[in-house]
């Protein structure tokens, strides 16, 4: 069983900044991916990105290729989402959630078995 708690998000300008942070209580094992999600209202939850707990392998959905940074911290059971150059576009509540078994590979939003709460992001242009 993995509980995760979300934080970090909040309001901002276009253009700004945000870093969310996502501490995963419980065993994360190393065969484990840890992701970033995010849903608007009336969407479908999509991925953001997502990183292998074992040999740090990133993935980005490509609206946030080279403006997102996502990083994991073993020790302390985290893993953060660097958020640079936001748009209005990327408003959303953002989700962290844990994929134990990726039989759907690490950006499929199935192969995801816990999930954290939910923080809201909203950028203003």
């Known amino acids: 069983q993995v509980q995760l708690v979300e934080s970090g998000g909040g309001l901002v300008q276009a253009g700004g900044s945000l870093r969310l942070s996502c501490a995963a209580s419980?065993?994360?094992?190393?065969?484990?991916?840890l992701g970033w999600f995010r849903q608007e209202t009336g969407k479908e939850r999509e991925f953001v990105a997502a990183?292998?707990?074992?040999?740090?392998?990133?993935y980005y959905t490509d609206s946030v290729e080279g403006r997102f940074t996502i990083t994991r911290d073993a020790a302390k059971n985290t893993v953060d989402l660097q958020m640079n150059s936001l748009k209005p576009e990327d408003t959303a509540v953002y989700f962290c959630?844990?994929?134990?078994?990726?039989?759907?590979?690490?950006?499929?939003?199935?192969?995801?078995?816990?999930w954290g709460q939910g923080t809201q992001v909203t950028v203003s242009s």
């Open positions: 959630a844990v994929n134990t078994a990726a039989p759907w590979g690490p950006t499929n939003r199935l192969s995801y078995d816990y």
């Open positions: 419980g065993t994360i094992y190393s065969s484990y991916v």
């Open positions: 990183v292998t707990w074992r040999n740090n392998k990133k």
